[in-house]
C-alpha cells in the first residue's frame, strides 16, 4: 500500500514564496508519476505541475515560470517549490502518485495567498 504525506502548506502574502513536500511511503516503483493538483472553493481539481522518470516536468499555464516541480527518489518524495505567490493560488494543494494503473492521493495541505 502507498501512502502519501505532505507538508509545507500555509498562510503567505502575494509575492511571498511556499515549498511543498510529499513523502511517499510503501513500495514506489522509479518508473512512477507524481505530482500536484490544486482545488480552489467552487472550482474543479487542477493539475498544477508532473514530474515523471527520467525528470520530465510538465506545469500548469498558470504556473509556469513560478513554480518548480523537483523530486528526491532516494527519499520517495516530490517538493514544489512556488515562487511570486497570487491570491488566485490560494487552494488545497494535492500530492499524487501513478504507478502500475494505479493512482494514489495525499490528504491535501492548504495554501492561503493574501493580498
Known amino acids: 500500500q502507498v501512502q502519501l504525506v505532505e507538508s509545507g502548506g500555509g498562510l503567505v502574502q502575494a509575492g511571498g514564496s511556499l515549498r511543498l513536500s510529499c513523502a511517499a511511503s510503501?513500495?514506489?516503483?522509479?518508473?512512477?508519476?507524481m505530482g500536484w493538483f490544486r482545488q480552489a472553493p467552487g472550482r474543479q481539481r487542477e493539475l498544477v505541475a508532473v514530474?515523471?522518470?527520467?525528470?520530465?516536468?510538465n506545469y500548469a499555464d498558470s504556473v509556469k515560470g513560478r513554480f518548480t516541480i523537483s523530486r528526491d527518489n532516494a527519499k520517495n518524495t516530490v517538493y514544489l517549490e512556488m515562487n511570486s505567490l497570487k491570491p488566485e493560488d490560494t487552494a488545497v494543494y494535492y500530492c499524487?502518485?501513478?504507478?502500475?494503473?494505479?493512482?494514489?492521493w495525499g490528504q491535501g495541505t492548504q495554501v492561503t495567498v493574501s493580498s
Open positions: 510503501g513500495s514506489i516503483f522509479s518508473s512512477s508519476v
Open positions: 499524487y502518485l501513478d504507478q502500475r494503473g494505479l493512482r494514489y
Open positions: 514530474v515523471g522518470s527520467p525528470d520530465i516536468t
